[in-house]
């Protein structure tokens, strides 16, 4: 069993920068990946970012890959979400997730949330025009 917590988010106007922090904890669980998704209201929750923890790079969405930049720290079972030159756009709940089964282990797996079996609570994140 893990359990998530996420920190770090706020108000934030635009062209500003956040940074998102996840904590994993718990006691019998091995991390294979984490990632960050986003949900805004009325709509479904999307990928943003993600890392394997074998991996060399991270995996990004589209629409801020330039932007924003995932951060490991294994020896600290963390995980960070760098968030630069925010736009209205990315005001969202932001949950970090992660893979403790190895399911995401299949093909573009990482970047599906059925592939995460532990979420945070989620942190909210607005930015002002």
């Known amino acids: 069993q893990v359990q998530l917590v996420e920190s770090g988010g706020g108000l934030v106007r635009a062209g500003g920068s956040l940074r998102l922090s996840c904590a994993a904890s718990g006691r019998a669980f091995r991390l294979y990946a984490m990632a960050w998704f986003r949900q805004a209201p009325g709509k479904e929750r999307e990928f943003v970012a993600a890392f394997t923890w074998s991996g060399s790079r991270g995996y990004y969405a589209d629409s801020v890959k330039d932007r924003v930049t995932i951060v490991r720290d294994n020896a600290k079972n963390r995980a960070y979400l760098q968030m630069n030159s925010l736009k209205p756009e990315d005001t969202a709940v932001y949950y970090c997730?992660?893979?403790?089964?190895?399911?995401?282990?299949?093909?573009?797996?990482?970047?599906?949330?059925?592939?995460?079996?532990?979420w945070g609570q989620g942190t909210q994140v607005t930015v002002s025009s």
């Open positions: 997730a992660a893979d403790t089964r190895m399911t995401t282990d299949s093909g573009d797996g990482i970047y599906d949330k059925y592939g995460y079996d532990a």
